[in-house]
């Protein structure tokens, strides 16, 4: 009797260290970001200069190693800017890191996609971006490979709020209903 308790308690417990571990997995592959920080930093007739901070969030208990990353970043199907490193560093327990993104924007190939995004931000739309490319990392020595197959994440859910905008836009809208009307801002 003492050894069917001895080994049903044993079983018991590397049970539980097997579900703790895998939901700390799941944690650390199930991450938070958010893209933020959009900058111009410069342009000519051709293209436009852009700044992008992606932040990830770790959610699990354990550290994570980036071992390297390659994205790249389109709006409306366009690629707008990259992010390159084969750099490996460390992201803390409950904690984020933030990956540092630049690109150049082709004015003639994103020319069809300007009206949309204005309309977008005006309209008080959420800006979404497509993101492809992977990120390797290792997490309790396991080596793990996040693919990005184009897919949406949202850049802001009301871009002029963010940027101070609103109030001016909306004082637009009062003084010139018919423009605002015409512009879809709302």
Do not use: C, H
Request: charged fraction near 25%; glycine fraction near 6%; aromatic fraction near 14%.
């Amino acid at each position: 009797m003492k050894k069917v308790l001895l080994f049903g308690g044993i079983g018991l417990a590397g049970f539980g260290l097997y579900r703790y571990f895998k939901y700390q997995i799941d944690l650390a592959l199930n991450y938070d970001y958010k893209i933020k920080n959009f900058k111009v930093l410069g342009y000519d007739d051709n293209k436009i200069k852009t700044s992008i901070e992606i932040e990830i969030k770790n959610n699990s208990s354990f550290e994570i190693l980036i071992k390297e990353y390659d994205l790249k970043i389109f709006f409306r199907g366009n690629n707008f800017a990259s992010a390159v490193t084969k750099k490996p560093f460390l992201v803390l327990p409950n904690s984020s890191f933030v990956l540092k993104t630049s690109g150049d924007i082709n004015v003639k190939e994103t020319k069809v996609s300007v009206l949309p995004f204005v309309q977008d931000v005006l309209a008080k739309r959420p800006i979404n971006v497509e993101v492809l490319g992977f990120i390797k990392v290792k997490f309790l020595g396991i080596n793990y490979t996040l693919n990005f197959n184009k897919e949406k994440f949202e850049y802001s859910a009301d871009l002029l709020t963010e940027v101070g905008l609103n109030k001016k836009v909306s004082e637009f809208k009062v003084k010139n209903p018919t423009l605002a009307k015409i512009f879809g801002i709302k």
